[in-house]
Every structure is written in C-alpha cells, then in structure tokens.
C-alpha cells in the first residue's frame, strides 16, 4: 500500500515540523507600482557536519534527503517519497531503491545513472526549520511555516477558527507570473496563476480556499449582509500601506492580520493591470465550465466583492490550512460491520473508507465531492454525489486516487470470484452491501463479503430526474467507448451478477476511485 504510506507519512511530516469577466470597476491602470523592499526567504542550512547525517542508524545526504519519525525522506517535485524503496526519475516516483538500504547513504548502483537531482526538492531546504517559528510582518509578529518545494516561508493567521496564509502565494508554478513580469514585484505581491494552476499550487497541508471558506473568512472579521457577508469586510482585511492612498480611497486596519495587498490582474490579452488599486483572489469553487469565483478588494472601498470570472485570467492566491490536518491516514473506523481504513480529501475535509480487492485499494463508498454540476439525492452522505461521464474524468477524483479504467473494473470482479465475459457473472453478491437494497420480488441479498459496500444511488438522466434510486447502483469507468459514450459497471436488487454498458456521458452516475 505504497499511496497510502506516503500520504500517511506527508501528514505526519506536517504535523512534525509544525507541531464573466465581471469585474470592478478600475478608474485606471497605474504604471510604476510600488516595490517594497521585503526581499526573498533564505534557505535554512543543515545543521549535520559534512552533509552526512544520521536516521535511524543509517546514514544520508542531507543536501538531498531528510530524517523524519525515524525515515529517510526525498521530495520529488514537492512529492514526499522513501528513496530506500523509490526513487525520483524526471520528477515522477517509482519503484526501486535510489539509496543503498544499508548505513552508507549512497545511491545505489541500480539508480544513480538515472537519478536527476535537479527534479527533486531537497527537504534540506526546510531542514532546521521549526514552523510555527514567528517574524515579524507589517507590524504583527505573526507564524510561519516552510514550503518543502523551494524553501519559502509564510506567515499565517488564525481567523474564523483556520488557519489561513497572511500573505500571497509565491510558489513558481508553471504559467505563472510576476507582475510585469517583474522578479522584485513576487517578492512583495506574490505571483498570479490561471484558475486551474491555482488550484493545485499550495503547498502540501494547505489548500486554495472555497467559496464557502471566503465566506467564513469574511464573516468572521465582522462582514455583514448574509450569505457572502461582504459588507464592511475590506477594511479589517486590507493591508494598512501600499494600498493607494489618493482621494477616495479607504485604508485598511489590517486588524485581522490578513494583510490583504493589491497585486492587480493579468489577462489573457498579455496585459497587466490594477496592482497598488486592486487585489483579486482565487476560490476553487466553479461557476461554470468556463468560470470560478473570487474574490476582490478595491483601493475606494471598505467592501469585499464576489464575483465569477473567466479561468484563464491570472490571480493572487491565498491558500487556508487543510481540513485533513492532523488526521492520520490509515486510521480505522466501523463501516457496514467492518472496521476499514480511512483517508482524507484535502480539497474539502472529508474522510472515505477504503478496502484492497486484488492488489488494488478501491473506495469502500461513493464519492461526494462538490463538483460543478454533481448531483445529491436525498442524503449525499449514503450513496455520495452523481456525475456526468465528463466531470467524473476530470480529476474529480482525490489527489492519488483516480477514476477506475474498465480494465481496472473487471480485475475488481475477478478478484472476488466473477466469472464469464469481464468476469461479471457472479460478481454483484460479494460486491453489495448486505442492507440498503430494495427487497421486492426477486430480491438476492448482498453479502459484502470484500467490504466494497456497494449501494444502489441510481442515477440521473438526461431529464435531471433520479431514478431507480434503492434499486440499482451505476459507476462509471474513464474508458470511453466512442465520442458520445463510455463504459460504466451496474448493480441491481435481484441478480448476483454485475452488468456493464456502455452509457450517453450525459447521464449522471455515482463514482468509486481507485488508489493510483
């Protein structure tokens, strides 16, 4: 269960170091914006002598690898791994030892004429750093923290009851930019990301924030008028200088901690607008297809605005501490009469069991994450949220767990006893949950004999009504079977045997992820 073990171990790294085009409107676009004269982290040295250490009564590099909970530990391109048993290759972890597992802490022979450091980010870079650690930041001493990607730290504040980053992320993501493409301009401002890179460039342990945790932030600093909470919410939030300062403006009390800055817009026609006028933030919550909400902060205005506004547009960034902090991947808990492992969805908090079934960890329950355009019925909490075929294939699912292929669903039937053509027959009784299923006529009980518990969600068709919700269980799979279709599994109340259809990716079905 190699996934899990890192995930496990990534949260327990945290813990350890730290225990369309709606826009406002914009009088001008100013030239020569303020730089402040903050300049960029330093990179924390390593406190072992000759860059050799020791864990665990082994020895390493600690130019390239870390000592953590008693486990020598690499990052590749940001990703934590064991290079005892994986190494790093053009930034991507595989299987097979990069180090010797002996006490030498050299690269084993197996591995050292492909191992490319440069596509590894020491954890050196963090090394002797303490989060938590304070320095002082427009007149706060506020709490940082360390990016184990490229060493930066940031300072956070706690308000609402979360953590968020008190200043703008500077994380240089493909696609990025400094405001007029000005290095000196990302040390104050931080850089700006389209919607889908803002969406996966926090670091490990935090999060692009939701629609809904922009809402709490702001209601938190005494925001009125409900649901955004909106009102009077800039002030508290905004930075008490660099803000223009000309007639009509508001300044900011800061008293939040927040320091909100105005590092203006970049739009997909080149240009760069609004920094010292206008600051604009990310959420990761979609308007449509095409669109994400944001949130922005004006120079001439005690208020947060909301709004929607086009992907590609590059934004600032402000990410919140992740709802999975401090969970323990792995942990146990009762689900359908087993107890069953868990891990936990950094994009909204929420925890899935999982079981393996033929060297594979499959979810042991639907996923309800709050896509754009997923449907409820009735309780999301039982049989989880249904997608369309498109939404489900765009990584709807968690971070290291993937939509399942139609290959990957028939090694599921066939690991647990289904026979005949994609060992369907025969595959549905192990598979199914023994309550929860209409027992009409013809009801065959489901023995759940493998923990996969799966329930009958229904589905939604194309008229946006659910149907044949307790009757029958629809999954899609990512193999498409031509333009205007692909490949689903089904389970219904009276057979033991699984079916498989090729289905309109218009119809809205539940899904099941499957561990990469």
Known sequence: ????????????????????????????????????SSSSSELSSSSEI??????????????????VMGEIVGSCKGVSYYPEYQRCENGIIIDGAEISSSSTGTQSSSSSSSYDASSSSSPAQCSGFVNGTTRPHYGKDKAQFCDERDGKKYVYVSIGGRDWMAENL???ADGSKCYDNSEPNCDTYGRLYNWDKATNAC??????????????????????TSPNYLTGAATPLKAASIWNTETGSIIGTDVSGFTALPGGIYAS??????????????????????????????YNSGNVSRNYNDKTRQLSVRCIKSLCSGFVNGTTRPHYGKDKAQFC???????????????????????????????????????????????????VCPQGWHLPSDAEWNTLTQAVGGTGDNFLTGAAKP?????????????????????????????TGTDDQFLSVTIDGFWWSSTKYNDDTAYARFMRFWDSDVGRVSSIKVDMFSVRCVED
Not at 383 to 388: A, I, K, V
Not at 432 to 444: A, F, S
């Open 431 to 459: 598979l199914k949950t023994i309550e929860g299923w209409d027992k009409g006529n013809g009801y065959i009980a489901g023995t759940d004999l493998y923990g996969f518990s799966a329930l009958p969600g229904g589905f």
């Open 50 to 67: 000759g860059n050799i250490g020791i864990c665990n009564g082994k020895e390493y590099n600690t130019t390239l690898y870390n000592c």
């Open 203 to 224: 670091p490990f342990g935090w999060n692009l924030p939701s629609d809904a945790e922009w809402d709490a932030l702001t209601q938190a600093v005494g925001g009125t």
């Open 269 to 298: 026609n080149g240009n760069f607008s609004n920094v010292y006028d206008y600051g604009n933030w990310w959420s990761a919550t979609e308007y449509d297809a095409g669109n994400a909400y944001r949130r922005i902060m004006g």
């Open 1 to 36: 269960m190699t996934g899990s073990k890192f995930v496990i171990f990534a949260l327990c790294l945290v813990l350890f170091l730290a225990c369309s085009d709606i826009d406002v409107i914009d009088p001008y676009t100013r030239d020569g914006a303020p730089v402040a």
């Open 170 to 172: 500077n994380y240089d």
């Open 345 to 395: 969805d950094e994009r909204d908090g929420k925890k899935y069991v999982y079981v393996p079934i033929g060297g594979k960890n499959w979810m042991a329950e639907n996923l309800n994450y709050n896509a754009y355009g997923s449907k409820c019925y009735d309780n999301c909490n039982t049989y989880g949220r249904s997608y369309n075929w498109n939404t489900a294939i765009n990584n």
